[in-house]
């Protein structure tokens, strides 16, 4: 949805609702007219504190990315130097104490008073809303989207901080340069905390190498590294690798994870030919990965990546295409008023807000009422018969512990060849040899589907897992390693549930 869309659904949402608010609320206050008729002052507060689109959402979509020459930095949205007032707005206000003055009701304003100015009950605003809508039948303002309130509502602590100074995104390689040093070894620390079960060796190599840049978030004042991105751009290709995503474990739940890879888009897609990235995530990171716009469908064609990236064991493949147009710190912003001009949508047909009085029956006490003579709940179409069958376990009973046991298997470092089918492409005589497969993904979709009415129909197909595999392969390979490994360790987490002590016979 384009931004003047918006902005015409929400002026027409305001003209339904705002507007009719506003007179109720400006019909006992007057509104002091000042030398420009774009400010105004209501109850000698100033207006101006909901900037129009026009003044402020173009400047917040210029492409204000700022990079130090110098230091190598990403500085974002330069939001400190955005103005707030235009020119000469103290010199207005200062008259508009000798100003003319007016009722209200001359003319509405064109710009929405902050709500804490309404203190009513619903009673009275619902009265007050009939009066000024007799009163005021066709002569009605549109009002703006108020930008500055709606804008508190979203930000992160993670925008607060860099809003205040306190933050900052660097990008840094290795140009043996001291600042930049300072931050890698922050970096590689990080990651080695973070990411125990790679190597730390590894992970210095790949931070130090020229051939690799990194996103930092750092604290202005200390340059303490709080977290960051370590990737590997190809340009001829249009992708990027990401190697390494980290946040320190104390400064989580903040924002910084979502808010650095943010950063990250918008900084590859302006300063290369970079439009697309590829990582390796591990099941820990992969809820994160899909928030951030990534998918487990590979849409890249292969001859562009394949060969070019490291293949980790146990990890899942995951890209984003990011899209030209989109500027990735905007967009909560756009998200937010888009849910803004659904909801003023919705709230035209709603009827959630009607208040109904109780039942005639309960003055005499409690009394039972068939849902039935409810004229809502009989147009609905619910029925007595739909709330038994919601009632009921949407799984058997012994769900909880297999979905765990299997989850469990699949975390396992040694359990990534099991995880999906064989490829009869890859591994052409497989299937001629094990007539009968099974792997964790297939397990996983007949739990979900409540085809293991008891446990050892569960562990019966786990073990299948296991003995194709070593049927197939050697004992000396690492595929039949891997199989005696996970098996062993799925029968310890079997010996420590008490009800299942009888597979252990079996």
């Not at 955005?82 to 009722?103: D, I, Y």
């Not at 292969?302 to 990735?328: N, Q």
Request: charged share 25%; glycine share 4%; net charge negative.
């Amino acid at each position: 949805m384009a931004p003047e869309d918006i902005d015409s659904d929400l002026g027409k949402y305001w003209n339904t609702i705002g507007s009719r608010r506003l007179r109720t609320q400006l019909s006992q206050s007057t509104i002091e007219e000042t030398p420009n008729p774009t400010e105004r002052t209501v109850s000698g507060e100033s207006s101006l504190d909901s900037l129009t689109p026009s003044e402020e959402s173009i400047s917040d979509f210029e492409d204000t990315d700022q990079k130090d020459p110098e230091s190598n930095t990403v500085m974002g949205p330069n939001l400190q130097d955005t103005p707030k007032r235009k020119a000469g707005t103290e010199e207005s206000l200062s008259n508009s104490q000798n100003a003319p003055k007016r009722k209200a009701t001359e003319e509405p304003p064109s710009f929405p008073v902050s709500s804490k100015k309404m203190k009513m009950s619903e009673t009275e605003l619902t009265e007050n809303l009939k009066k000024a809508n007799a009163e005021h039948p066709a002569n009605i303002n549109i009002i703006p989207f108020p930008e500055k309130s709606f804008r508190l509502t979203i930000f992160e602590p993670a925008v607060i901080e860099e809003r205040e100074g306190e933050i900052d995104f660097r990008v840094v390689n290795n140009d043996d340069t001291n600042e930049s040093t300072i931050i890698l070894s922050g970096l590689k620390g990080i990651f080695q905390k973070q990411l125990p079960k790679m190597p730390k060796e590894y992970i210095a190599r790949l931070v130090y190498d020229r051939n690799h840049l990194s996103m930092a978030l750092v604290k202005k004042a200390t340059l303490e590294v709080l977290g960051g991105i370590t990737y590997r751009p190809f340009d001829d290709h249009e992708f990027a690798e990401i190697v390494f995503c980290a946040i320190s474990s104390d400064q989580q739940v903040k924002g910084y994870g979502a808010h650095l890879m943010n950063h990250l888009k918008d900084y590859v897609k302006a300063s290369s030919k970079v439009m697309h990235f590829l990582t390796y995530a591990d099941n820990y990171a992969i809820g994160y990965f899909k928030k951030q716009g990534f998918t487990k469908e590979i849409t890249l064609p292969k001859p562009l990546w394949m060969g070019y990236i490291k293949d980790y064991e146990g990890g899942t493949i995951m890209h984003c295409e990011m899209v030209p147009r989109v500027r990735y710190l905007e967009s909560n912003r756009m998200i937010v008023k888009q849910k803004e001009v659904v909801n003023a949508k919705i709230l035209a047909f709603s009827k959630s807000d009607e208040v109904h009085a109780p039942p005639k029956q309960w003055k005499n006490g409690a009394f039972p009422i068939d849902p039935m003579s409810i004229p809502a709940i009989r147009a609905s179409g619910w029925t007595p018969a739909m709330d038994e069958l919601a009632r009921q376990p949407r799984h058997g009973p012994n769900y909880a512990q297999l979905s765990r046991l299997l989850s469990s298997l699949q975390n396992h470092q040694k359990a990534w060849p099991f995880k999906a089918p064989v490829n009869g492409n890859e591994v052409a005589d497989y299937y001629s040899v094990i007539t009968n497969p099974m792997d964790f993904e297939t397990m996983e979709r007949k739990l979900d589907q409540d085809s293991y009415e008891k446990p050892e129909d569960f562990v019966a197909d786990a073990t299948l897992v296991f003995s194709n595999c070593k049927k197939y392969n050697n004992d000396s390979t690492p595929y039949a390693k891997c199989a005696n490994k996970v098996e062993k360790y799925m029968w310890s987490l079997i010996k420590e549930i008490p009800e299942w002590s009888y597979l252990l016979d079996n």
